[in-house]
């Protein structure tokens, strides 16, 4: 009952984001401030890694308490890691100067909404190595487990859609809409939700068992 809950905690974290990035964005536009650097990565921190913030936090406060490390804490552990990537590479893009508007940069939305899901897939199969002790037994436990396989999939399913929506003419080319381009890309909540529905289906049946 315990993962059932932190997993419907983490969800919680993913809303926050969302409104940040939107209000920053209304009010950028609103403005008439232009597009530039600063600007567009603090939208997309939000819009795409302000749950990671959100499930640091979560992370932190489990291990002020001592309790067991769970799945849970460890994907809130990867997510806070991994949200620095895409910081580095949309400047390094920049300057070497990739078209971070047109298709060719389609991969910036990505890293900044998937880079700490990355991060979190990587940390849960450290988790269940350190468990297992063996790799073959890992990766076994690895591919049935919900989380990591929803988490698995829309890592590769993203990238995918954001190209595509780039090669039929989506551009970035206001605040508001880096900032949606970026929460329609950050389904990071996705794997949470399996992991509590699997949680909460799993608790259900053991209930429903006689005694």
């Known amino acids: 009952m315990d993962e059932d809950k932190e997993f419907s905690e983490i969800i919680r974290y ?12 209304t009010f950028l536009d609103f403005f008439e ?5 600063a600007g567009q990565i603090i939208i997309r921190l939000f819009a795409g890694e302000g749950e990671s913030i959100f499930e640091g936090f979560f992370a932190i406060k489990k291990r002020l308490s001592n309790s067991k490390i769970t799945m849970a804490e460890a994907y809130g552990w990867g997510k806070m890691i991994g949200m620095s990537f895409p910081i580095v590479l949309d400047l390094i893009s ?10 060719e940069g389609f991969y910036i939305p990505y890293f900044y909404a998937m880079s700490d899901q990355i991060g979190a897939n990587i940390s849960g199969l ?13 990766m076994k436990k690895y591919v049935k487990h919900p989380v990591m396989l929803a988490s698995l999939i829309i890592i590769f399913a993203v990238p995918i859609g954001l190209f595509m929506a780039r090669i039929l003419g989506f551009s970035p080319t206001t605040h508001i ?12 909540w ?22």
């Open 177 to 188: 809409l880096t900032a949606l381009e970026t929460i329609f890309a950050n389904i990071c």
């Open 33 to 37: 401030f232009k597009l530039h650097t």
């Open 190 to 211: 996705l794997p949470p939700l399996v992991g509590w529905i699997s949680e909460h289906n799993s608790n259900n049946n053991r209930s429903d068992k006689p005694r």
């Open 14 to 25: 993913t809303v926050p984001g969302y409104i940040i990035s939107l209000i920053l964005g």
């Open 126 to 138: 450290i988790f269940i190595h350190h468990d297992e002790k063996n790799w073959a037994k890992t």
């Open 94 to 103: 920049r300057l070497i100067g990739i078209d971070v508007y047109g298709a």
